[in-house]
């Protein structure tokens, strides 16, 4: 039997020991009328080759459009991954390890979180980290809880062009305790209507202001400064969503002056693994340490002089606050946190800045390429964006064959928008990356031009 | 001379001079062990006898401290934010959580008096 | 002292370009100039030779299945299968964007649609939803469903009981989920009694109850003997049932929670299908649940349509728990092992699990105390009292096995056993393991006896006694640059 070394000779000596003569006895503790009587309903194993031969025919009916084929974003990314990270991240001892309950024998997998939250701290300008959430939308619905506890309001306030399931997570997650979120709509030219928003403040109960930089459709939000200004007068804090790479050219959450920093970590060093695992970053100041939910690692003395690592601030979480818990999170996405250090250790500062620069670079010539192409236009030409923007085609119609060619050539042409967002008609949102060459760029725009108009 | 009276919770609520002081016994501190951290209530806010108005962790529990008779909070002991530790090393004294009013002052009769609370058997709770 | 990574960085150190970086400043043409970043980070900058030797010192500092025996119960840490990580390594599988059109991942969603009725049939549950990342994401969720429900029938049914012997996230989620909790007390067996919880329900008023959450075998390691009775009355007074899925592994092929009752059920795959545990995650929580849940579970999940598969949406669903549809790459692991084990093989597991555990009760019953001796399924707890009336405790026990190349069992919980050490083995053990660890655990014993603190010695941790006090009233959870 696959993974079980006990032998029929094994199991009669530990019969005998136990003191039945079958191992059949042994459920003799479950009550008959519950057993069941019949075989399950599932296949017989399969020995390995069959197995691959399972698996390799069912991968087979999935297409994959790898690095420089894909031009779809959306808060999962197509970066390219060393073999050094592949190789360290699937090092035995740190991915078959159990959650670090046992500091003395898990010191490298503490230490490796502690560089995690150093990471964040460094991304997000933000003095506290948790050792991760599942994803940037439950991290963003963490955010959102803590928001409440902290200022004892309840409403948060999200922008139109937010990603769409951060706001969906938020609402779900908000069941439990009935409330309801607001949504602050936008200009025709992208930018936030502040009256709006001054008007939600006025109405009062704002535990926060949620802000996403770059938004879902790539733009950068305008006014910062002002709009912290505004919410903070009001007595809300400030949550930041933002794509890890955008510190790269961006000032942090922190610097512009954020209570709470949330992100989705894909993009460092994970596939796009058809959207999980994922890696929810969040990360605050220290004074609201005690609200963040998540595990948290601390340096800390040892014996004989000696410096170590520890879960800290447990008192917080599930297993001792029990229902008084902030967050009943567990198992959280500690490898993939691992893995993200590995790899921004990886590429270092230097890599790190000019692969931001690289996907910015990218984004902005197909931008000027795409301005050429008759037949769409930028959705929010004024608005400045860092590696993702939207087109529209004129003839909304046209869209689903243009992607139909597209696909048929090899591409995936992004991601459409008008279901997420009725008011962008015919709408596609584009994503570049360090993946990409001119020459890749050149080519899809070609073959766009020609299955749009050709 | 503070004279201090004991809920079967092991709060105090001490009396010198008209101001009334609560926190945790010593033997409540011992129990808890190291203490990591206090949260304290509200100034002005207001409790019935046996609410949860504290709460003390310790590294690996969080206790929840409940007020000995009805009260309303005039001050909380800021000190204890950086200092948690002066709950274990002093809990009758430096290590007080807050000053109140009695609202009820009737209950204080019915508190343990320090005699008492010291000869109890508190194993038993 | 410690170095982390920032500590060994030396200006100018750089990997190879990852792509033409040529002409690009660092600093940024495009962004707006208010919010423009004019000095770089001061992210690490170390060789990668450095890099490497770095994070494998770390990996040489961990302890893991691989390293060896863990017997952390409730925790199932079964061997994780290394085919199952070349499979999921594909790029087939792990190059998909999610949003990618579902004609071109039908290989993604058909896997999605055979783990969803795996899962179902193991389960005897009607349907399922992979989306949870977690066991306490897959509480939450249940726990919302429940709300749903009710809120649908026009009913307040604020309370939810759960045993003293349950698992923190328990109560946990049901106050996320915006109920009130309600002990019960387990009786001398360690079990839940249908008295004790019909005084429960009298005591809040039945109409008041939205349910219990339970698991089954409970957290002793017992199999819950009333556990239908006790589903007949609470759905006879309008409740319902949650099944805390993480000691699945005593029940496969043999019993299954929805025959036991339950209205909806939690699968841990990071425990019961293999997956490995990576530190803390990712894992993945998906939940199975009876008919009349059904509609109410999260979005999307997958639908069989003819020849094809495509995402559905239930009719009144909660909503999104999270982006996508869940850990997939764990989802791939979990259906590799379920295909590899086979209707057989899955009766093997829970056979073996259960033979394990109670040859370890049986060797260790007369040296501790096992307050709720009896025949035990996959995990049993036993007591460190009579050590520490000694002078070493659970917690010094747990650290000499640390010291001696095991990682310990489960200490100080459950709550209603005081010097608990919970002992889950697993099938993926040779008795070879499990003598030894005997013998390691009957010599503790002997020792401490003789002599506890020379017992409490730890010459082999290099680490030890670390102050988990001062890093919870100082914490530093940070690398700080400049300091």
């Given amino acids: 039997m696959p993974y079980i070394p006990n032998t029929d000779a094994d199991r009669r000596k530990m019969l005998e020991t136990v003191g039945v003569k079958t191992v059949e006895e042994l459920f ?40 420089s084929r894909t031009f779809a974003g959306g808060g999962v990314y197509s970066h390219f991954v060393p073999s050094v990270v592949k190789e360290l991240a699937h090092r035995n001892e740190m991915y078959t390890a159990y959650t670090p309950y046992q500091p003395e024998v898990s010191q490298g997998m503490l230490q490796a979180i502690f560089e995690y939250q150093s990471f964040v701290c460094l991304l997000t300008g933000m003095e506290a980290s948790n050792a991760s959430s599942y994803d940037g939308g439950t991290a963003m619905a963490d955010a959102a809880l803590m928001a409440r506890s902290i200022t004892k309001r309840s409403r948060t306030l999200f922008p139109r062009f937010i990603h769409p399931q951060y706001r969906e997570v938020v609402a779900t997650y908000s069941l439990g305790l009935g409330i309801e979120d607001a949504q602050l709509p936008v200009r025709e030219d992208g930018a936030l209507d502040r009256s709006a928003l001054t008007a939600e403040l006025a109405k009062g109960d704002v535990a926060a202001l949620v802000l996403q930089v770059p938004n879902y459709l790539g733009f950068y939000q305008e006014d910062i400064p002002s709009l912290m200004q505004e919410a903070h007068d009001a007595g809300a804090l400030v949550i930041m969503a933002i794509y890890p790479f955008v510190a790269g050219v961006m000032k942090t959450p922190g610097e512009l002056g954020a209570d709470i920093a949330v992100f989705e970590g894909q993009a460092l060093g994970l596939p796009a693994s058809y959207g999980g695992p994922l ?3 969040l990360a605050t100041t220290m004074k609201h340490i005690r609200q963040l939910p998540g595990r948290i690692v601390g340096k800390t003395g040892a014996a004989f002089g000696r410096e170590g690592f520890v879960m800290t601030l447990q008192a917080r979480e599930q297993h001792i606050r029990r229902e008084k818990a902030a967050s009943n999170i567990c198992t959280n996405e500690a490898l993939a946190a691992y893995q993200a250090t590995v790899y921004l250790a990886s590429i270092g500062k230097d890599g790190f800045h000019r692969i931001a620069r690289k996907c910015e670079d990218n984004a902005h010539y197909a931008a000027e390429k795409l301005d050429e192409v008759k037949g769409l236009k930028r959705a929010f030409p004024q608005r400045a964006f ?69 | 001379m503070a004279t201090l009276r004991f809920a079967k919770t092991h709060e105090y609520i001490a009396e010198d001079g008209g101001v009334f002081t609560v926190g945790i016994s010593e033997f409540a501190a011992s129990e808890l062990g190291d203490i990591t951290f206090v949260e304290l209530p509200e100034p002005g806010a207001a409790f019935s006898q046996g609410d949860r108005f504290a709460t003390v962790e310790s590294v690996k529990a969080v206790s929840d401290v409940y007020a000995p008779v009805d009260l309303e909070v005039l001050e909380a002991n800021a000190a204890l934010t950086d200092s948690p530790e002066t709950v274990n090393s002093d809990a009758h004294g430096a290590g007080w959580f807050a000053k109140v009013k009695p609202t009820n002052p009737a209950q204080l009769d019915g508190l343990i008096s320090e005699t008492d609370y010291s000869a109890m058997d508190k194993e038993a709770h | 002292m410690v170095k982390t990574i920032f500590e060994k960085s030396v200006a100018g150190r750089k990997r190879t370009d990852i792509a033409c970086f040529d002409g690009l400043e660092v600093v940024s043409p495009e962004a707006p100039p208010e919010l423009r970043r004019e000095a770089p980070l001061p992210l690490p900058e170390v060789a990668e030779v450095d890099v490497v030797r770095h994070y494998v010192g770390l990996s040489q500092k961990t302890f893991g299945i691989d390293s060896g025996f863990y017997p952390l119960g409730s925790c199932t840490m079964k061997y994780n299968p290394k085919v199952n990580e070349e499979i999921c390594a594909q790029p087939e599988w792990a ?34 939803s992979l989306q949870p990342a977690a066991g306490a994401h897959g509480e939450l969720t249940g726990m919302l469903m429940f709300r749903a429900y009710f809120r649908a029938r026009g009913e307040a049914r604020p309370v939810m009981i759960v045993p003293d012997s349950s698992h923190g996230t328990n109560p946990a989620s049901a106050t996320i989920g915006g109920f009130e909790v309600a002990h019960l007390e387990s009786d001398e067996r360690g079990m839940v009694t249908l008295d004790a919880l019909k ?34 009355y609470l759905h006879s007074i309008g409740a319902l049932l949650y099944y805390d899925g993480a000691n699945l592994n005593a029940n496969l092929g043999y019993v299954r929670p929805g025959d036991m009752g339950f209205d909806l059920v939690h699968f841990n795959l990071h425990k019961t299908f293999s997956t490995p545990h990576g530190g803390g995650g990712p894992g993945s929580g ?81 040296a501790y105390d096992i307050p709720y001796y009896q025949r035990c399924m ?32 489960t200490i100080y919980f459950p709550l209603i056993v005081t010097e608990a050490m919970m002992i889950e083995p697993t099938e993926t053990e040779s008795v070879e393991t499990l003598d030894a660890f005997c013998d390691t655990m009957l010599r503790y014993a002997k020792e401490i006896g003789e002599d506890a603190e020379k017992f409490k010695e730890l010459p082999n941790l290099y680490i030890q006694h670390l102050d988990e006090v001062g890093a919870a009233r100082n914490p530093v959870v940070r690398w700080i640059p400049g300091e």
């Fill in chain 1, 386 to 454: 860092f590696n993702e923007f939207a087109v529209m085609l004129e003839e909304p119609a046209k869209l689903e064959p243009v992607r139909r060619k597209l696909l048929g050539k090899g591409w995936l042409p992004g991601i459409p928008l008008e279901d997420k967002f009725p008011e962008l008609p015919g709408g596609l949102l584009l994503a570049f990356t360090e993946m990409h060459t001119r020459e890749t760029i050149d080519a899809f725009v070609g073959d766009l031009k020609e299955a749009l108009n050709g």
């Fill in chain 3, 95 to 128: 190059c998909l964007h999610p949003e990618q059109p579902v004609e071109t991942a039908q290989g993604a969603l058909r896997l999605m649609y055979e783990l969803q009725e795996a899962l179902g049939e193991i389960s005897g549950m009607k349907a399922v």
């Fill in chain 1, 28 to 67: 003799s503790v479950i009550p008959d009328g519950l057993r069941l009587k019949q075989e399950l309903d599932i296949p017989p194993g399969l020995p390995e080759t069959e197995l691959w031969l399972y698996f390799k025919q069912m991968a087979a009916e999935n297409k994959v459009f790898c690095g």
């Fill in chain 3, 286 to 366: 998906p939940v199975g649940v009876c008919g009349r849940l059904a509609p109410f579970l999260p979005y999307p999940l997958v639908a069989k349509d003819g020849e094809g598969y495509r995402f559905a949406k239930p009719e009144e669903t909660i909503g999104r728990m999270k982006l996508y549809y869940g850990n997939f790459l764990v989802m791939v692991r979990a259906l590799v092992y379920i295909r590899t084990l086979g209707r057989e093989g899955l009766k093997r597991v829970a056979e073996n699990a259960v033979l394990n555990a109670n040859y370890i009760q049986e060797r260790l019953k007369d």
């Fill in chain 3, 199 to 232: 005084a429960l329900c009298a005591k809040h008023g039945e109409s008041n109850i939205g349910g219990i959450m339970m698991t089954n075998p409970n957290t002793l390691g017992v199999f819950e003997q009333e556990v239908r009775e006790i589903a007949d």
């Fill in chain 3, 378 to 409: 996959h995990e049993f707890v036993l007591s460190a009292d009579r050590q520490k009336k000694m002078g070493a405790r659970a917690l010094d026990i747990a650290k000499k096995l640390l010291n001696d190349g095991y990682h310990a069992p």
């Fill in chain 1, 279 to 281: 890696l929810g970053g």
